[in-house]
């Protein structure tokens, strides 16, 4: 069956620009996560979802990051004015349900690469 | 919040050794506790997952964990390594009432013939 899809997989952005990240869960899934990879760290928390409503954003670094699920299945990650710290790979999972117990399943991932 | 601290970040091991990684977390709660193996090029896989019960938990392809509370440790064990045990490797926490997961900095095992 279908897994989680990212697009872009690798996003070459100069410093400055605007990019967009997608997320496809997998159907059906309720709770979505985007976590930040760091080279050399394992993931970070960023947001959260339940469908549509964003019930946890603490982990977003600055007021540039911003993510949406309108209609509670595709999200996107959106980073304005880019700045070179913030080239990482993003990571998006989503879970059937949310609790602790549930597996929660990973995209491959978008390398973002901020020059 | 929960931490947790990955001991090794890099494990070079030969075809067919034992392999040991080592996880140690912090919480004040309840805790469930997880190893995710990411292989070159593609997503974070779940490899196993302890939640309540056996203190010992296994997964399809060989690898073993241990919880243990008292030393607040989830080390990861194979017997023998293939050459496709070769990744990176990361242990993760969240608390029993949370949804968030909290990764270590990661293990790469390199498997050599």
């Known amino acids: 069956g279908a897994g989680v899809s990212q697009s872009p997989r690798y996003k070459v952005a100069k410093r400055g620009q605007d990019v967009a990240l997608r997320c496809d869960p997998i159907?059906?899934?309720?709770?979505l996560f985007w976590y930040q990879q760091a080279l050399g760290q394992g993931p970070e928390f960023l947001t959260y979802?339940?469908?549509?409503?964003?019930?946890?954003k603490s982990g977003l670094p600055s007021d540039r990051f911003f993510a949406e699920r309108p209609e509670g299945s595709v999200s996107t990650l959106k980073i304005q004015r880019t700045q070179q710290e913030d080239s990482a790979v993003y990571l998006c999972?989503?879970?059937?349900?949310?609790?602790?117990?549930?597996?929660?399943?990973f995209g491959p991932g978008t390398r973002l690469t901020v020059t | 919040a929960q931490s947790v601290t990955q001991l090794d970040s890099q494990v070079p091991v030969f075809e067919e050794a034992p392999v040991e990684l080592r996880c140690n977390y912090s919480?004040?709660?309840?805790?469930?506790l997880f190893w995710y193996v990411q292989y070159p090029n593609q997503g974070l896989q779940l490899l196993l997952k302890?939640?309540?019960?056996?203190?010992l938990v296994e997964s399809i392809n060989g690898f073993e964990a241990e919880f243990n509370k008292s030393q607040t440790s989830f080390h990861l064990r194979k017997p023998s390594v293939h050459i496709s045990d070769t990744a990176e490797y990361f242990c993760?926490?969240?608390?029993?009432?949370?949804?968030?997961?909290?990764f270590g900095a990661g293990t790469t095992v390199t498997v050599r013939a």
């Open positions: 159907s059906g899934h309720v709770s």
């Open positions: 999972a989503s879970s059937l349900v949310t609790s602790g117990g549930y597996e929660q399943y």
């Open positions: 993760a926490v969240t608390g029993a009432n949370d949804y968030k997961l909290s």
């Open positions: 919480s004040s709660v309840s805790v469930y």
């Open positions: 979802f339940q469908n549509e409503a964003q019930l946890d």
């Open positions: 302890y939640l309540s019960g056996s203190t």
